[in-house]
C-alpha cells in the first residue's frame, strides 16, 4: 500500500467522510423542510450533532456550496438515468412500453422525451438516502419567482441534449417564447416534490406514469389562436411603443 492510500484510508480522512455526509443529510432535511433559505447554518450543524464553529466553512465554504453539495449527491444518478433514456430515444427504441396514448402522433413523439424528464427524477422517490430531499429541494429552486437554473442545471447536465432533441419537435412560439420546456420542468419537479413531502407509498408506478402523461399533454399543448392573437398584438404594441 503506498503514502497516499494508506492517508486515504486513515481514521482522520474517514471521519472527515463522516462528518461532511452527516452534514449533507442534515441540510437535505432542513433544506426541504424549511427552504434552502429557511434553514440556519447553526440548525443545520446541531442537527447534524456538530459543535465545532467553523464545521460547515471547512466542509462547504457557505450556504451555496453546502447546497451544491446536497445536489451533487443526487444530479449525477438523474443524469445517468435520463442519457441512458436520451440514447434510447435516438437510436430509435426509446419510450415507458405503454404504446400509443392515443392523443394523436405528436404527443407519441413527445411521450418518450417526458419519460425521460419524468423518469429519472421519479426514481429518487425510492432513495432512502435524501432522495425525497432532494425532489423538494430542487422543487423550490425551480419555482422561485426567479428560479435558480443555474444551481440545477450545471454544466453537463442531461437537460441540454433533452431541450436540444425536444426543440424540433415544438412550435417556435412554444420555445422562444413561452419557455414550454421549462414549464414542463417545473410542474414535473413540483408534482414529485408534493409526492415526495407525503407518505411514502409502495408503488409509485400509477403516479410516475400519469405525470408523463400530464408532461407529454403539456409539451403537446397547441399555441391557440386566441393566445396567438394576443402575442401578436403584443408584439405589435411593442414595436409601435419603439
Keep these: 500500500m503506498t503514502a497516499h492510500e494508506t492517508q486515504a484510508t ?39 450533532g456538530q459543535r465545532n464553529a467553523m464545521v460547515l466553512q471547512y466542509h462547504f465554504g457557505d450556504r451555496a456550496g453546502l447546497l451544491r453539495a446536497v445536489l451533487d449527491k443526487h444530479l449525477p444518478a438523474v443524469d445517468a438515468r435520463r442519457d441512458v433514456l436520451l440514447q434510447q430515444y435516438e437510436d430509435g427504441v426509446g419510450g415507458d412500453g405503454d404504446g400509443d396514448d392515443g392523443s394523436g402522433s405528436g404527443a407519441v413523439e413527445l411521450r418518450p422525451l417526458a419519460v425521460a424528464l419524468v423518469l429519472p427524477a421519479a426514481a429518487k422517490l425510492a432513495d432512502l438516502d435524501g432522495g425525497r430531499e432532494f425532489l423538494q429541494i430542487v422543487a423550490e429552486l425551480l419555482n422561485r419567482p426567479e428560479p435558480l437554473v443555474e444551481v440545477v442545471v450545471t454544466k453537463g ?10 426543440e424540433p419537435l415544438l412550435a417556435p412560439e412554444s420555445t422562444a417564447v413561452f419557455h414550454t420546456r421549462f414549464t414542463a420542468m417545473r410542474f414535473c419537479h413540483a ?9 411514502p407509498r409502495r408503488d409509485d408506478r400509477l403516479f410516475t406514469s400519469r405525470l408523463v402523461d400530464l408532461v407529454t399533454a403539456l409539451l403537446a399543448a397547441p399555441v391557440s ?8 398584438e403584443r ?5 409601435s411603443g419603439r
Aim: proline share 3%; charged share 30%; aromatic share 4%.
Design 10 to 48: 486513515s481514521p482522520r480522512s474517514r471521519n472527515a467522510g463522516d462528518t461532511r455526509g452527516t452534514l449533507i443529510r442534515a441540510a437535505e432535511r432542513l433544506f426541504a423542510a424549511k427552504g434552502v433559505d429557511g434553514a440556519s447554518l447553526n440548525e443545520i450543524k446541531r442537527a447534524a
Design 157 to 166: 447536465s442531461s437537460i441540454y441534449p433533452w431541450r436540444r432533441l425536444l
Design 225 to 232: 389562436e386566441q393566445t396567438a392573437r394576443l402575442l401578436h
Design 191 to 199: 408534482e414529485l416534490a408534493a409526492r415526495a413531502a407525503a407518505r
Design 235 to 239: 408584439d405589435r404594441s411593442s414595436r
